[in-house]
């Protein structure tokens, strides 16, 4: 029996750990606003540049993010054992491995950076500038990589402040950089005084200059921290390639990878069709995609949560308190993002206005985001339900639940829609959200059923 005690202490437990994803999420957030908006400020077609390469870069990071999933279900678990010697092994692997990571998706990413534009249906004059701003951000991935697993491994010893520092730093940095590479050299009026601020000109390249040096910035500050962790510290050993240890952690990593593989290939074939209704609903798609993302970020708090202490819990052997974790989380996420929805819902126009001052890009902007304001809570579930089997390393089932709710709620549903029936940018966010919520009603199906936690 869960009595009002113990329930306040899982909740204060839950927020403890929460609140630094939160906040990392909410800086991370705004620097992205400001980022799109100062590529917005160059133009739409600079904002649909961009879109045009945010999926395959999501799509190589993702890996990596994979990757993290399962570094983070292993040294969780041997924490929850007591076996800190086993956890700083682990983090030792952790480094060779996403050094490895990062150097062969950021080789690739350069590779086909020249095509992608193609292969996306961009608008021929995009491609030049979206070509230089996918090799960019590529090249930086060899660090971006590690900086992605080591804030999974610090999350597993239940450090999230840390990475929550790291990352907003970064993108303050990101800012920065932009502010200073973007633009050409202007004149501006500060308290009435005119002040000449020197800039590089470089438009879209130089946001993703900028972006890259931040992930150099949040690699310099992260991998030091990791040493000075006393649980996970990897100092005492050799970042020699462990075969056991590996085997383990990417036994959990390839079914989450092979997840994110397919929902990036999916959000691919998606963006494409995006892109063939034109430049203006293709910046208006980019923008709306970035600006969802604040009104669900406490989602990813909840999820962070609910994956470590899960994962700890496992390794002490406490089946029963996953269950009582996972409820409590998916409760709190469930909630929150019902009031973020709401916000949505009421102010879509002010939100797209900070980004762009063309008016059809707002409005068309404003539309979609409206309608996709209501799977917010069914997204908040998905989260902690995928963090949940994440933190006890069960990822296969979510990998098929992905395929057959991105392929068969959202891809082909939006291929009729563009390509036969000719509709617009509404219609295709209409099956996006019927993703979001058959997915979240896949995974409650799974966890209500609760065979998985019989076979742990």
Same mark, same amino acid.
């Given at each position: 029996m869960?009595?009002? @005690?113990?329930?306040?202490?899982?909740?204060? %437990?839950?927020? +403890?750990?929460?609140?630094?994803?939160i906040?990392?999420?909410?800086?991370?957030?705004?620097?992205?606003?400001?980022?799109? *908006?100062?590529?917005?400020?160059?133009?739409?077609?600079?904002?649909?540049?961009?879109?045009?390469?945010?999926?395959?870069?999501?799509?190589?990071?993702?890996?990596?993010?994979?990757?993290?999933?399962?570094?983070?279900?292993?040294?969780?678990?041997?924490?929850?054992?007591?076996?800190?010697?086993?956890?700083?092994?682990?983090?030792?692997?952790?480094?060779?491995?996403?050094?490895?990571?990062?150097? !062969?998706?950021?080789?690739?990413?350069?590779?086909? +950076?020249?095509?992608?534009?193609?292969?996306?249906? *961009?608008?021929?004059?995009?491609?030049?500038? #979206?070509?230089?701003?996918?090799?960019?951000?590529?090249a930086?991935?060899?660090?971006?990589?590690?900086?992605?697993?080591?804030?999974?491994v610090?999350?597993?010893?239940?450090?999230?402040?840390?990475?929550?520092?790291?990352?907003?730093?970064?993108?303050?940095?990101?800012?920065?950089?932009?502010f200073?590479?973007?633009?050409?050299?202007?004149?501006?009026?500060?308290?009435?005084?005119?002040?000449?601020?020197?800039?590089?000109?470089?438009? !879209?390249?130089?946001?993703?200059?900028?972006?890259?040096?931040?992930?150099?910035?949040?690699?310099?500050?992260?991998?030091?921290?990791?040493?000075?962790n006393?649980?996970? +510290?990897? @100092?005492?050993?050799?970042?020699?390639?462990?075969?056991?240890?590996?085997?383990?952690?990417?036994?959990?990593?390839?079914?989450?990878?092979?997840?994110?593989?397919?929902?990036?290939?999916?959000?691919?074939?998606? %963006? *494409?069709?995006?892109?063939?209704?034109?430049?203006?609903?293709?910046?208006?798609?980019?923008?709306?995609?970035?600006?969802?993302? #604040?009104?669900?970020?406490?989602?990813?708090?909840?999820?962070a949560? #609910?994956?470590?202490? &899960?994962?700890?819990?496992?390794?002490?052997?406490?089946?029963? /308190?996953?269950? @009582?974790?996972?409820? /409590? &989380?998916?409760?709190?996420?469930?909630?929150?993002?019902?009031?973020?929805?709401?916000?949505?819902?009421?102010?879509?126009?002010?939100v797209?206005s900070?980004?762009?001052?063309?008016?059809?890009?707002?409005?068309?902007?404003?539309?979609?985001? /409206?309608?996709? +304001?209501?799977?917010?809570?069914?997204?908040?579930?998905?989260? !902690?339900?995928?963090?949940?089997?994440?933190?006890?390393g069960?990822?296969?089932?979510?990998?098929?639940?992905?395929?057959?709710?991105?392929?068969?709620?959202?891809?082909?549903?939006?291929?009729? &829609?563009? /390509?036969?029936?000719?509709?617009?940018?509404?219609?295709?966010?209409?099956?996006?959200?019927?993703?979001?919520?058959?997915r979240?009603?896949?995974?409650?199906?799974?966890?209500? @059923?609760?065979?998985?936690?019989?076979?742990?």
């Open positions: 869960i009595t009002a @005690k113990s329930r306040q202490t899982l909740n204060l %437990t839950i927020l +403890s750990l929460a609140w630094p994803t906040l990392e999420q909410v800086f991370q957030t705004l620097v992205q606003y400001v980022d799109s *908006a100062m590529v917005g400020r160059i133009g739409a077609e600079a904002s649909a540049t961009v879109g045009v390469t945010g999926t395959a870069t999501w799509l190589l990071t993702g890996f990596s993010f994979a990757a993290g999933v399962g570094f983070l279900a292993c040294i969780s678990r041997a924490i929850g054992a007591g076996d800190f010697v086993l956890a700083r092994r682990v983090s030792a692997q952790s480094i060779v491995f996403s050094l490895l990571l990062g150097t !062969v998706s950021g080789g690739l990413g350069i590779l086909i +950076s020249g095509s992608l534009p193609g292969w996306m249906g *961009a608008d021929p004059a995009l491609h030049r500038d #979206a070509a230089i701003y996918f090799a960019i951000v590529s930086a991935l060899v660090v971006r990589s590690p900086m992605i697993v080591f804030s999974s610090l999350r597993a010893a239940g450090d999230m402040r840390t990475p929550m520092l790291v990352n907003v730093t970064a993108n303050v940095v990101n800012v920065l950089f932009n200073l590479l973007i633009y050409e050299t202007r004149t501006i009026q500060i308290l009435g005084r005119s002040i000449t601020i020197w800039g590089a000109g470089m438009g !879209v390249a130089g946001a993703a200059l900028g972006t890259a040096i931040s992930f150099v910035a949040g690699f310099l500050l992260m991998l030091p921290v990791l040493y000075r006393p649980a996970i +510290s990897p @100092k005492e050993f050799p970042l020699l390639p462990n075969r056991a240890i590996l085997h383990q952690v990417i036994g959990i990593s390839i079914p989450s990878a092979l997840q994110r593989l397919v929902l990036c290939l999916g959000q691919m074939v998606f %963006t *494409a069709q995006v892109t063939s209704l034109g430049t203006v609903p293709l910046a208006a798609h980019s923008i709306a995609i970035t600006a969802e993302q #604040a009104f669900y970020m406490p989602g990813s708090g909840y999820q949560a #609910a994956t470590t202490l &899960c994962g700890q819990a496992l390794g002490a052997g406490d089946k029963e /308190r996953i269950r @009582k974790i996972a409820r /409590r &989380c998916a409760l709190l996420s469930v909630g929150t993002l019902a009031a973020t929805g709401l916000l949505l819902f009421t102010f879509p126009g002010a797209m900070i980004f762009t001052p063309d008016p059809a890009v707002i409005a068309l902007g404003a539309a979609v985001l /409206r309608l996709v +304001s209501v799977s917010e809570p069914f997204f908040g579930l998905t989260m !902690v339900l995928e963090g949940v089997f994440n933190g006890i069960d990822t296969r089932p979510g990998f098929y639940i992905s395929m057959v709710s991105m392929w068969g709620f959202r891809i082909l549903p939006t291929l009729l &829609c563009v /390509r036969v029936f000719g509709l617009g940018l509404t219609a295709v966010w209409c099956c996006m959200v019927a993703d979001v919520i058959g979240s009603l896949l995974l409650a199906i799974r966890f209500l @059923k609760g065979r998985w936690l019989q076979r742990l």
